[in-house]
């Protein structure tokens, strides 16, 4: 079982890009989750998913970021004309059920925006 | 509002000592989870230790155990025999008996001296 995949490990970004953050669950698990870990902080939630809905996106900010997870395929964080206060270290985790039992991490992207 | 607290930013201890690290929270849940998750510098978070809240024994694996008492919503871990490869950052983390998101505290930073 290979656990939760997240690519890429690294990413750079030119302020205005697009960062696009890729997560494949583990095998079985049909529930997703997206964290962000500012330097120096815990990581803070952002949003659940389920196959092809949002359950709680609470702790999505407002603008310029969305989060998908289709049917077919990974779930995808995507941040659009980044800024520099988006740098940071951006972790899935999913698992089989809603709750607790059998969440399991990825082990994050960092993103660097320059 | 769920928040959790970890007031000791860094921790150091030597090799086969015993160390505590501390965790408060503040919660109007009755049932909810604890859970302590250590973050190596590879980034993965693993799961160290986790408490149900309506459990009143003390979670333990083996070198790992916690002091949980409810009334005080405290909630610290105990390292017994301490190993080079327990350096790594320490999260407390709240969930709700029925919830899908953790609320981390900001970590402590464990080194443990040769």
């Known amino acids: 079982n290979a656990g939760v995949m997240q690519n890429p490990r690294h990413l750079v970004r030119r302020r205005g890009q697009e960062a696009r953050l890729r997560c494949s669950p583990m095998?079985?698990?049909?529930?997703v989750y997206w964290y962000r870990q500012l330097p120096e902080e815990g990581l803070k939630f952002m949003v659940y998913?389920?196959?092809?809905?949002?359950?709680?996106e609470s702790g999505m900010p407002k603008e310029r970021f969305s989060a998908e997870f289709p049917k077919e395929g990974p779930s995808i964080l995507r941040i659009q004309q980044v800024v520099r206060g988006d740098s940071a270290a951006y972790f899935c985790?999913?698992?089989?059920?809603?709750?607790?039992?059998?969440?399991?991490f990825g082990s994050g992207t960092r993103l660097t925006v320059v | 509002a769920q928040t959790v607290t970890q007031s000791q930013p860094e921790m150091s201890v030597q090799e086969a000592e015993t160390v505590t690290l501390s965790c408060t929270y503040d919660?109007?849940?009755?049932?909810?989870?604890l859970f302590w998750y250590k973050q190596p510098p590879s980034r993965q978070m693993i799961l160290v230790i986790r408490?149900?809240?309506?459990?009143?024994q003390n979670a333990t694996e083996n070198r790992f155990s916690v002091n949980f008492q409810k009334a005080a919503k405290s909630f610290s871990l105990k390292i017994s025999d301490s190993q080079l490869g327990d350096t790594a950052m320490y999260f407390c983390?709240?969930?709700?008996?029925?919830?899908?998101?953790?609320?981390f505290g900001t970590g402590t930073s464990l080194t443990v001296i040769p």
């Open positions: 095998k079985g698990h049909s529930h």
């Open positions: 983390a709240f969930m709700k008996h029925e919830g899908n998101q953790f609320y």
């Open positions: 919660t109007s849940e009755s049932n909810y989870y």
């Open positions: 998913l389920q196959k092809e809905n949002i359950i709680d």
């Open positions: 408490q149900e809240a309506y459990k009143q």
């Open positions: 985790a999913s698992s089989p059920t809603r709750g607790n039992y059998g969440y399991t």
